[in-house]
């Protein structure tokens, strides 16, 4: 079953606090155990799709290098505010926690053997007689030819090439729902809206986390042994 998500959000903070639990879940850990739908409803409820649009560019999530088309570089994920058939809320949210629990038509994940046992997995982007090319997430500045006659076997992955765990490295669920409304604003109001809640690169710029660190607890904790 799952957990609500208010008590989720206060066992957070307790974990935080307390310097009894060693390794606290982390934050994907956490959401996965409470009911998609509850944390859409919380995002639409209290995220902030300003604050969102900035973990979008700025946190290690890194989800605009796969989803934002750079200058001579083609993005690896589909362009987010033209997702086109309306998805659900649940969806959205479930896509995040489980990228391979519905992989999107025409980002599925392929993998070649060749006949020299090498192994190539990546998205396909195109295919004719002579070969196959594929672009996977290490480089996607670069797409890879494999001729035809160099491979042995080729199969389907189940697997997306959106990483798992990737809520795993944002700081705090706030950070996880407001970037949920930022999804939700940007699936509803397409280009435009993505427009309007571009960041300034000021405020890309990432944050110096020494500036955080709690230096008299670690001193303490380092003391106690
Ligand atoms: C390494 C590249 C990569 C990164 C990083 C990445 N994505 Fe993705 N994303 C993809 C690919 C490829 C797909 C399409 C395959 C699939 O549906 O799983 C996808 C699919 C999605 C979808 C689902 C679209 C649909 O139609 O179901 C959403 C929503 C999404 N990404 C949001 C994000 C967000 C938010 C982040 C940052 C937390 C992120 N992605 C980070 C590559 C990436």
């Known amino acids: 079953m799952f957990r609500p998500l208010a008590s989720l959000i206060c066992l957070t903070i307790a974990l935080a606090a307390s310097p009894l ?3 606290p879940a982390t934050l994907q850990e956490m959401f996965e155990s409470v009911d998609p739908a509850q944390i859409a409803k919380e995002a639409r409820l209290r995220g902030n799709p300003r604050r969102g649009a900035i973990v979008f560019y700025a946190s290690a999530a890194a989800c605009a290098k796969c989803h934002v088309t750079g200058e001579g570089q083609s993005p690896l994920g589909p362009d987010l505010t033209r997702l086109g058939d309306k998805l659900s809320d649940v969806h959205l949210v479930e896509s995040l926690l489980h990228p391979s629990k519905s992989i999107r038509k025409g980002y599925e994940t392929v993998q070649l053997i060749t006949i020299d046992g090498e192994v190539r997995s990546g998205m396909m982007v195109s295919e004719d007689d002579e070969q ?3 672009r996977d997430a290490a480089n996607l500045q670069t797409n890879v030819s494999i001729a035809k006659d160099d491979i042995e076997a080729r199969l389907s992955s189940k697997v997306s090439m959106m990483p798992a765990g ?3 490295t944002l700081k705090s669920p706030r950070e996880f729902l407001d ?3 930022y999804l939700f604003a ?3 109001g397409g280009r435009q ?3 309007e809640l571009q960041p300034t690169a000021e405020q890309l710029i990432p944050e110096d986390d020494t500036l955080n660190l709690n230096h008299a607890k670690i001193i303490r904790r380092a003391e106690n042994g």
């Open 21 to 23: 639990v060693a390794q």
């Open 132 to 134: 196959i090319v594929l």
């Open 166 to 168: 990737l809520v795993a």
């Open 179 to 181: 970037l949920i409304s």
């Open 186 to 188: 940007i699936h509803e």
């Open 193 to 195: 809206r993505a427009d």
